[in-house]
């Protein structure tokens, strides 16, 4: 089955800095790869995605990048803000026995320091 | 976006009794919905994918005896815990699957927070 690894597990930036949380995945027949972002005691909350034939895709302060031939996919966060902080979980998706599965990174757990 | 409601947030039961969570697509017709469990800072572990009008497929490890899965409408799944131990303790967390979006694309419910005493 799919391997999600996501590092780092915690991560602390200055309000204003970038952060980058990274994932690697071990199915290549993996081709949809979103990202979450979890509050204490709620939900995970869709943030962004990318598509396999994509390598590179923006929302305003928020970018992911793909590189299928290395397995790896990462989030950028420019200018943190302190509502930035939360956990994050990178995923990746395939089709596994007929059934889309989605297999969860770890998370990061992000601070934004004001 | 795709919004999903869980029901209840909370719950506290005692050990034995069982315990129903309802996770229902507010704003689209689900046929596919999924259900979590996740540890206190761990990630998402999926327990089973419920399909509605057939029987969920669940993952190995996961009891589908104690955890009873019912898709009845195109709206609505319910998870029941059945014969609740603490160890059951846990936050549930269910997310459906727009079938108007991209196949993969999953929204997630807020959770269910579940203590067995």
């Known amino acids: 089955g799919e391997n999600v690894e996501q590092h780092p597990s915690t991560l602390s930036v200055q309000e204003g800095d970038s952060a980058v949380i990274k994932c690697t995945y071990s199915?290549?027949?993996?081709?949809?790869f979103p990202w979450y972002k979890q509050e204490l005691g709620k939900g995970p909350q869709l943030i962004i995605d990318?598509?396999?034939?994509?390598g590179e895709k923006k929302d305003q302060r928020i970018a992911v990048t793909l590189n299928k031939t290395a397995k790896h996919f990462s989030l950028h966060i420019t200018e943190t803000q302190p509502e930035d902080s939360a956990v994050y979980f990178c995923?990746?998706?395939?089709?596994?026995?007929?059934?889309?599965?989605?297999?969860f990174g770890i998370g990061t757990k992000l601070q934004v320091i004001p | 976006g795709a919004v999903v409601s869980q029901h209840p947030s909370r719950v506290i039961c005692k050990s034995g009794t069982s315990v129903k969570i309802e996770c229902r697509s507010l704003?689209?017709?689900?046929?596919?919905m999924f259900w979590y469990r996740q540890f206190p800072k761990q990630s998402l572990m999926l327990m089973a994918t419920?399909?509605?009008?057939?029987?969920?497929?669940?993952e190995q490890g996961v009891e589908k005896d104690k955890f009873l899965i019912n898709h009845a409408s195109l709206t609505l799944s319910t998870l029941t815990v059945t014969s609740a131990h603490p160890e059951d303790s846990s936050f549930y967390i269910c997310?459906?699957?727009?079938?108007?979006?991209?196949?993969?694309?999953?929204?997630f419910g807020p959770g269910t927070r579940l203590t067995v005493t």
């Open positions: 997310s459906a699957r727009d079938p108007d979006g991209f196949s993969y694309e999953q929204y």
């Open positions: 199915d290549s027949a993996s081709n949809y």
């Open positions: 990318i598509r396999s034939n994509v």
């Open positions: 995923a990746a998706t395939g089709s596994s026995g007929g059934y889309q599965k989605v297999t």
């Open positions: 704003d689209f017709q689900a046929t596919t």
């Open positions: 419920s399909n509605e009008g057939s029987k969920a497929t669940y």
